[in-house]
């Protein structure tokens, strides 16, 4: 219901002066095809579930992928992710880790401290890394942030102050920040919206690490489901700037076109507005040079092929340097 309302809000006249209708029906349609994918494929445990899945347009695709990942997760039937073709990773490790992370974190008390958060964390990375195919791990561990921040906000920071690895706690936070995307107070895309979303991780995160992965995940999530429409890059790209967070916006920025890539690799029309010199109506020709074109144009051509064929992209589930994601590719 929800989504037929923006459907039909975004076609009112001077609707779009109020809010971005199209941008939440996007969210609500990526988040109906990662819960209901039965209605695309029938019952997600099926044999031909993925197959179906694979023969869907890529830009739905990639969500009912997570969400059978995530159902046969949810109900043990899968024992991990090795069987499926290399281009499900993304989708199959974010489903998969979703739906373990939810049940160890059902497994703590009201009254859970440190000694039980240490306890699940050691548990839920456990059963990840098992699920996952070599070099997917990140992608598996990283939904823990996701969750807890949709779920569990009040445990946020006592969650991460129990992580013993660094690793751990970028994928934590980068999983938080792809929650934040996704949080009732930003629901409505009101005008000004993206800058408050911004401030409100910003504030979120406990330090300038996970303050940067916060942040890079959720510019990581917002392009993702607004992938046909760059304009929704262009505004979160201007609200970085005012903000000084560019660095974080163009990792999520470039981390999600990598991924795109990888899940659609004979996608040709989706990914081109975002190396164009042209940007979309209303952002300033040098924003989108600096912010989007230039570093769209340098992951897609120069890193991702070193990535790809070093077999890294679970790794980008977290915030990297430029230099960073250089010697991704060369691991």
């Keep these: 219901m929800a989504q037929a309302s923006a459907t039909v809000m975004r076609f009112l006249p001077g609707s779009g002066a109020l809010a971005d209708w199209k941008e939440l029906d996007n969210k609500l349609e990526a988040f109906r095809l990662f819960q209901y994918p039965e209605k695309e494929v029938g ?39 090795a069987v499926l073709p290399d281009r499900t990773g993304v989708s199959t490790h974010a489903g998969i880790g979703t739906a373990l992370a939810e049940k160890a974190l059902q497994g703590l008390g009201k009254t859970a401290g440190p000694r039980e958060f ?28 996701l969750v807890v921040r949709g779920l569990y906000p009040e445990w946020l920071r006592a969650i ?72 929704v890059a262009a ?31 004979l996608d040709a029309t989706l990914l081109r507005p975002y190396t164009s010199v042209e940007p979309p109506s209303g952002c300033s020709r040098a924003l989108w040079k600096s912010m989007v074109m230039e570093p769209s144009v340098w992951a897609l051509n120069e890193i991702y092929p070193t990535i790809e064929r070093a077999g890294r992209i679970g790794h980008l589930f977290r915030y990297r340097t ?10």
């Design 118 to 145: 240490a306890g699940m964390i050691e548990e839920y990375a456990a059963a990840a890394r098992a699920r996952s195919r070599p070099d997917w791990e990140p992608a598996a561990l990283e939904p823990l942030g």
């Design 322 to 331: 430029p230099v960073e994601l250089q010697e991704l590719g060369r691991a």
């Design 43 to 81: 019952d997600a445990l099926r044999d031909g579930a993925v197959r179906m899945a694979l023969r869907l347009p890529d830009f739905r695709g990639i969500w009912v992928l997570e969400g059978i990942a995530y159902e046969r997760a949810t109900r043990s039937a899968e024992p991990s992710a």
């Design 160 to 231: 991460s102050d129990a992580m013993p690895e660094a690793e751990m706690k970028s994928l934590y936070w980068h999983g938080a920040g792809r929650s934040a995307y996704f949080a009732p107070s930003g629901f409505i895309p009101l005008p000004g919206a993206h800058g408050r979303m911004l401030a409100s991780a910003r504030e979120d995160a406990p330090d300038e690490n996970s303050r940067l992965n916060m942040l890079a995940g959720l510019v990581w999530a917002a392009v993702l489901v607004n992938l046909p429409r760059p304009e």
């Design 235 to 265: 505004s979160f790209a201007s609200a970085c700037e005012e903000m000084k967070l560019g660095a974080a916006f163009r990792n999520g920025l470039t981390s999600a076109l990598m991924a795109w890539r990888h899940m659609a690799p």
